[in-house]
């Protein structure tokens, strides 16, 4: 009788079911931050479509101008202007979507470099694992930001550079879990039967201990997210990211700083987006983190 491997190895039940399976209430901060999250990302993907005005448009009669209604019920400038007149809606607008935008490449570059490392650490061994669990154990211990400055300072800021610095940050989390779910998965019986009839292990990889631990993966995906937004905010507002005539949410915060008293809306308006964005996700990723983690079950 021949044996059905896909059969025995196949989760009790997709990701999907356990999360918006039926009997499952979903609490309503989590409806509140996905439908939060799902607005930030119409606004990333339509920016150019949805401004009212040009972000870098200059118009120094209007400047400084409060976000209140100019003619009746009107609103020219709903988030107001800034200090070269430029529409703030518009500019946060745009600035969303360069955040947004750098945020999920830099998580991805991220998330594929540290599993796909965690994987050769757990299949080669050896000098390999030593090799790699070195460098997560220095990029654990050293303050990423003092990393992130010391190359911006000797290499310059191009997009480039800051582009590689979003990747990297945060790999070795993802290293570190992939690894070690992966040594734990080999010695699962559905991976010890499959290596007895000699699959190759590239097969059994891709093909069975991935979708087995993608769940906490993803739940870290969630968790990087926002430090990476936060972690762009921070360079930008510095002046050490994103600089004019582009602008991200960390610029705009930076540009704000010196007119808190005179015109707050300048700073106030992309701080809350970037608090709520990382609120909402962190609320996100604790509700998947609670749904996913096999360990959390009682």
């Not at 059969?7 to 039940?13: A, D, F, G, N, Q």
């Not at 935008?101 to 490392?117: E, F, H, K, R």
């Not at 911006?152 to 945060?170: E, K, P, Q, R, T």
């Not at 983190?289 to 079950?297: I, K």
């Amino acid at each position: 009788m021949a044996l059905d491997i896909d059969s025995t190895i196949r989760p009790r039940e997709g990701m999907l079911v356990r999360l918006f399976g039926p009997g499952i209430a979903t609490p309503f901060s989590v409806r509140l931050s996905l439908g939060f999250l799902a607005a930030i990302l119409f606004v990333t993907l339509t920016a150019q479509l949805i401004q009212p005005y040009a972000f870098d448009h200059i118009d120094l009669i209007n400047r400084l101008k409060p976000p209140l209604p100019l003619d009746g019920f009107v609103w020219e400038h709903p988030f107001g202007t800034d200090k070269l007149g430029r529409d703030v809606l518009s500019r946060l607008v745009v600035a969303i979507q360069t955040s947004i935008a750098l945020a999920l490449l830099g998580t991805i570059i991220g998330a594929v470099l540290g599993t796909s490392l965690g994987f050769l650490a757990a299949h080669c061994g050896g000098f390999v694992d030593e090799a790699i669990s070195t460098l997560v154990d220095f990029q654990a211990a050293m303050p990423y930001f003092i990393i992130a400055l010391a190359v911006l300072a000797f290499m310059g800021n191009s997009m480039i550079v800051f582009l590689f610095l979003m990747g990297i940050y945060g790999w070795e989390r993802y290293a570190r879990i992939t690894r070690g779910l992966v040594l734990s998965a080999r010695e699962q019986g559905y991976a010890l039967s499959l290596t007895a009839l000699g699959a190759r292990p590239t097969w059994i990889y891709g093909r069975h201990i991935l979708p087995n631990i993608l769940s906490p993966l993803i739940v870290q995906v969630t968790i990087n997210f926002p430090e990476t937004i936060l972690f762009e905010t921070s360079l930008s507002f510095l002046g050490l990211g994103i600089r004019p005539p582009m602008t991200s949410l960390g610029q705009m915060l930076g540009e704000g700083r010196d007119y808190l008293i005179n015109a707050w809306w300048l700073a106030v308006v992309p701080g809350m987006v970037i608090f709520l964005t990382t609120l909402a996700m962190s609320i996100v990723g604790d509700w998947l983190r609670a749904r996913l983690d096999p360990s959390l079950e009682t």
